[in-house]
């Protein structure tokens, strides 16, 4: 609630407003950001000037989020997540541990592989900003005169900036032009960060598998290796 009461101050996207708020904090009401989540079956339906707009406002969102002083977020309850090379390197215990025995000789081969490839190239920019940190299609909210409203930051996280790019070109299924759109609207230039947004897409794909294994009876394990060999192993 804090928070949400900072950023809208400070921010021209909509975000939910509290309306309501026990005394004790235990529960609280908010006004609903109007709209409809941003498939990418309704992005592909706008114009391409309808399309540039939407790119322009998640551009200016991300730079309002990530201009943010890290001491306010944190004062404001944001947890501070791993940098990549912490959580790489405990990704690559879990795959072995979770995933060896679940996929073929070949796919294991074919995943080995991709680990290492991140290992060689998967870094931290070394900036660390507030990130929602998990801004897909089903928390961007566009309403009928094509304004975007942002909702759920509940895993809102002090990290590399490039994760708040991680989910909208393979998962949201925005595609890559789309995303440089939006990249180029963004005010913090940063020549490796679409780089780093794709990688941490292939890294949070393995994450989810190998949470499907400990988790989740498998659940959703095969949805998630089809995305990862359609879009990142041999």
Not at 58 to 86: N, Q, V, Y
Not at 213 to 232: A, Q
Request: aromatic share 12%; glycine share 6%.
């Amino acid at each position: 609630v804090e928070f949400l009461n900072y950023f809208k101050k400070r921010s021209k996207t909509a975000i939910p407003k509290c309306i309501l708020l026990a005394k004790d904090k235990s529960f609280g009401g908010y006004e609903i950001v109007k709209g409809r989540q941003l498939r990418n079956s309704y992005l592909k339906k706008l114009s391409k000037s309808e399309r540039t707009k939407v790119a322009k406002d998640l551009g200016r969102f991300l730079t309002e989020l990530h201009s943010i002083p890290l001491a306010d977020a944190k004062k404001l309850g944001t947890m501070d997540e791993m940098t990549i090379e912490e959580s790489l390197r405990k990704l690559i215990k879990e795959t072995k541990k979770h995933l060896q025995n679940n996929v073929s000789k070949e796919g294991w081969r074919e995943i080995q592989n991709f680990l290492r490839i991140m290992k060689e190239s998967y870094h931290s920019s070394g900036k660390r900003v507030l990130t929602h940190n998990d801004l897909s299609w089903q928390h961007i909210i566009i309403d009928k005169s094509k304004k975007i409203g942002i909702i759920d930051f509940r895993d809102r996280a002090v990290a590399d900036p490039s994760v708040d790019f991680a989910l909208l070109e393979i998962y949201s299924g925005y595609g890559k032009e789309f995303v440089g759109e939006v990249y180029a609207n963004y005010k913090f230039k940063d020549k490796n960060l679409l780089d780093r947004a794709r990688m941490y897409q292939g890294h949070r794909l393995l994450w989810h598998m190998v949470n499907a294994v400990r988790y989740y009876k498998m659940r959703g394990f095969e949805k998630e290796y089809r995305m990862l060999k359609k879009n990142f192993l041999n």
